[in-house]
Every structure is written in C-alpha cells, then in structure tokens.
C-alpha cells in the first residue's frame, strides 16, 4: 500500500478547491498537519473561522517550511508568483502540486523554479461548482471526478505514485497525459463552454428589444443552464483565457466554422441538416449520464429540489 | 371566480407537454372528460397504458367533437396540418389553444382555418425538459413557471380569461405579449441557447484532436452542462428554428459579434475586457435566482442527488 498520509500538508490558495482538499484532508485523517496560506487576509480570516486548517499564515514561503506536500490553489495567472515565493523554503524531497485548469503554462511558470531535489508533479482535478471562495468547498467534490496529472519528463515514480494515492484517497479517479494534450481536451470540455455561456450571457444583457427582466423571467427555457457557467469565480477564468489562448482560439474557430454552417441551414431552411446534428448530440448526452459523469434525472433534478423547497 | 372546470378537453400531441397538461388536468379535476389524440399508434397506446385521458384516437378531427377547450401541443411544423383536420369539427365556442415556441408563425398556420365562433388564443408555457414523450411529463411542470399568451386582435375577453385561469390553476404565471415580441424574447432566452448547446456538442464530436472518450471523461468541467439542452427533441428543435428564422438569425448575428469581441481580447491578451464581461454576467445569474427561475444550489443541486445514489 502506497502511504497517502502527509506530516504536513501545505495549502497555498484556499478557495473552491483548496478549501475542498482541505475538509477532505481532515475528515480522512491524511495529514498531521494542514497549513493554509493565501494572500488576502480576509480570506485567511475566513478559512480559520471555518476551522480548515491547523495553522495560517499570508507568507507562502512560511507555510510550506517543513511540508511534505505543498498543494498550490491559485488563479493559473499567480502560479510564478507563488512559485518565487516558496522555491528557496521548501524541504528537500517535498512533493509540490497545483491544481491549475491550464498545464502547459503553469509548468512553464513553476517548473523553472524549482530546486533540484523538489519533486514538482503538474495535477488538474476536474471538479467544481460555480461558486468560489473558502465557504464553497465541500467534503466529496473529489469523488467520481477524474483528476489529471501531466508529470514532466524524469519525475520521481515514488512522487508520482504518493500523489496518486493521495487524489484516490479523496475518491477521484487518476490520468495521466500530456500537459500539451491536456490544454487542448479542457479547451473542449471547460474552457469553450466557460467562454461562450459568459458571450450568451452577455449578448442577452446587452439587447436593446428584451429588456433584461424578459431575460430573467423566461429564463427556464434553456437560458438559465448558461448562467450557471457564467456565474464562476473571474479571476480564475481571466486567466485561464490568458494562459491557455492558442487552444482556446483554436476551439473557438472551430466553434464558429460550426455555427456558421448551422446558420446557413436555418436561413435556407435546411430541416435535413438541422435534424441530423440535433439527434446526432443526443448519443452523447447518454454516454455521458452512462459514464456516471451527470445525473439522469430531467433538468440535472432541479424539480426534486423545487418540490423539497415546497 | 372564473371557471376553470371544462366538459371536455381534446388534447392534440401527448409528448412531454401534452402528457404533463393532462396528469395536471386529471390531478385537479379540471375536466369532466379528456380526449386524447396523436398521429403515432405507439403513442397513443402508450399514453393509454398510463391511462392519461378517458378517450384515444388518431382522428384529431374526432377528438375534438364536443370539446370546449382543444390543446395542440405539435411539434410547430405540425400546426396548420392540425388546424386543417379539426376546422370543421370544432364546436361552437370552443377555446383553441396550443404550446408551441414560436408564435408568428403557428398563428399564420392556425388562425386563417379557424372558423367564426370558435376562440383561438394562442399559447405558451416556458417549461419542460430534456426529455420527450408521453412517459416524459409530470404533474407540476407548470408550478412556478411563465406562460405567455399572445391573443389576437378581437380576442373574446371571456375566452381568454378562461385560458388565463387554466394556467394559473396549473400553477403558472401568466403573461400577455404580442406575437412578434414573444417570438423575440424566445429567440434569446431560448432559442439560440438550444441551438449554440447542440452546435458545442458537435464541435466536440468532430474533434480529431481529443477523442470522443476523453470529452465524455471531463466532461464535468462544463461541458455536460451543454449536453442537457442538445439532448432535446430533435423533431420540435428543427421545426423551431425553421419557424422562427429572421429573430433567430438576428440573435445569432449578436452573439457571433459579441464572440468576436471576446475572441479578440483573448488573442491580445485583453485581459480587462475579460474580467469586466465575467463579473457583469454573474449578477444576472443572481437575479434569476432571486427570481425564482432557478435552484440556488451549486452546480443544480447535482451533488445533492450524486450524495443520494452513493
């Protein structure tokens, strides 16, 4: 059995998934110690109140002395910041991992930094909710979730095997890929999607025919299940549009060739066209729901919560 | 009171939205009879299995013999197909109504076929699912949500009170909006997000770079949220988009201009413009759910159900 308890445990950023980890990491006993450091001091504020922590700290460089595994949490855009900050008080052998959307250039940021002796191993958990901040996490948002590592060439095998351990440990299921490979699958499956439920948002807000309480009042037509993507945290998804552009612009361009052809079925009324793509996507819903990645029930259960509210 | 008790109710279509009008319709005892007629044999037989109605038939123009209240919940396409068997059957004083999401044009089909003395107020309820068919309804779709009415010029006021206090006694919210407004506002809050949902979900299924085994795997980092939507009945989306074209094709002309933008600040590094659109998209959210359009629960309240299954 590979050993997936920590003495301590460094948690850089404690936002959605950093607060996450650390309500995991207390609730299965994985370290002896968690420190939490993050750069505003109302957050560090908040964290403590939440009791996620056993000590907390602003200075990054102080959280990680001594820590046998340092979990960066950060908005992909402070990745070298942090990584400066640190890169000369970590403990020889430590495991240092992040937890970044984006992995070709986090590695570029961090990588670059760190000291011989240090095992830097790239980690991507696909998890989250729209909300953000220290009271967002929760115990289980790892479980059933797949998280993705993209080591770098020459990685310890004992380093990569210990932080495996430890996401399974939080109930997620382990891959390992390519950080080049890596940007271009999220660029599909996250960031695309990101991007355009905040234009769909955002050219529904601006119309000047529908006022915006129309779009409001309406909204359970289909609007809604954007506005939820929309909803996610800014900062993190400024900079993951910053730090990841070359498959971003290359998805979009694909996107819009796509939507082009859509369009031009619509204005020559093409139903052949229209009605081959709209069953063709239903295939993939259903292996999604088959694959355990969304939950069967119509409109992702949301009548089951209504009901329970009365 | 207005009374919202009718002798008979024909029922014309019985997929989600028919099916969920009469499990409502029986459930409160709106009408002394329900008829139920569909052009599909399995469906029929189907709706009779789940015993939703008194009578079945095929015959449109039998089922609404003696009906005072006639319900056409078709697929848009189907309209005037409807309106043409049922002319010249309809009773004197009957209230026609129907569910469809474009109303210029289902208008155009019906209203030039209906004969002096009947009441024809066209309708739509903003609810449903992914899901289709007779099986798909439920009792309490309606709770909550909006429908709106787009009568006619020298709509009988009586009819159209009648119609009114039908839905409200289904639980809806009802409103009154002229058709070409309506046919905009769906085209928004409505339209183009079915239509941008199934064009992502087949950008992604042509992908040679990312296999359609990793987009299914990832999937939750925002991408299934897509599938829901494309997941919906391909028949009743190609007759939407080919019966509501000009609005649709003036959305779609915004949001590729908005796209543009965003695409453009990405490619620059535009950093600032990214930040502004993100948070501004993120107090409509808010209001949707102060609104009570939608669940407060992170990611709808998935987890909530995923916690329940394991």
């Known amino acids: 059995m590979t050993d997936v308890h920590f003495e301590k445990i460094a948690l850089i950023g404690i936002g ?24 505003s001091a109302d957050t560090l504020k908040r964290a403590e109140e939440l009791e996620l922590g056993d000590g907390y700290t602003l200075s990054a460089a102080e959280a990680v002395e001594g820590a046998d595994l340092v979990i960066i949490s ?19 052998g430590a495991i240092v ?21 240090i095992h830097f191993v790239p980690g991507h958990p696909i998890a989250g909710t729209e909300k953000s901040g220290p009271d967002a996490g929760f115990c289980g948002l790892f479980k059933g979730r797949w998280c993705i590592l993209t080591p770098l060439p020459g990685t310890d095998a004992g380093a990569l095997t210990r932080l495996r351990a430890f996401w399974e440990a939080l109930g997620s299921r382990v891959d390992e890929m390519d950080p080049q490979h890596h940007d271009k699958v999220l660029a599909i499956v996250s960031h695309l999607p990101h991007i355009i439920a905040y234009n769909i948002v955002g050219t529904a807000d601006d ?22 993507l929309a909803a996610s945290d800014p900062t993190m998804w400024r900079d993951v549009c910053l730090h990841n552009r070359d498959a971003i612009l290359e998805m979009l361009a694909r996107f819009s060739e796509d939507l082009a052809y859509l369009q031009r079925a619509i204005r ?43």
């Open 97 to 117: 991992t992040d937890v970044g959307s984006t992995k070709a250039s986090v590695i570029a940021q961090i990588a670059p930094h760190m000291p011989p002796g």
């Open 207 to 228: 119309l000047e025919t529908v006022t915006e309480s129309e779009v409001i009042k309406y909204s359970a037509s289909g609007f809604r299940d954007f506005t939820r």
């Open 74 to 92: 950060v908005p992909v855009g402070a990745s070298e910041s942090v990584a400066r900050q640190i890169a000369s008080h970590l403990k020889p």
């Open 16 to 39: 959605l998934i950093g607060s996450s980890i650390a309500r995991d990491v207390k609730d299965q006993g994985l370290a002896g110690e968690i420190v939490i450091s993050t750069r």
């Open 268 to 310: 020559w009324g093409e139903g052949d066209k229209l009605f081959e793509l709209f069953t063709r996507t239903r295939a993939i819903r259903r292996s999604i729901v088959e694959a355990g990645q969304d939950v069967d029930a119509p409109d992702f259960g949301r009548h089951a919560l209504d009901e329970k509210k009365g």
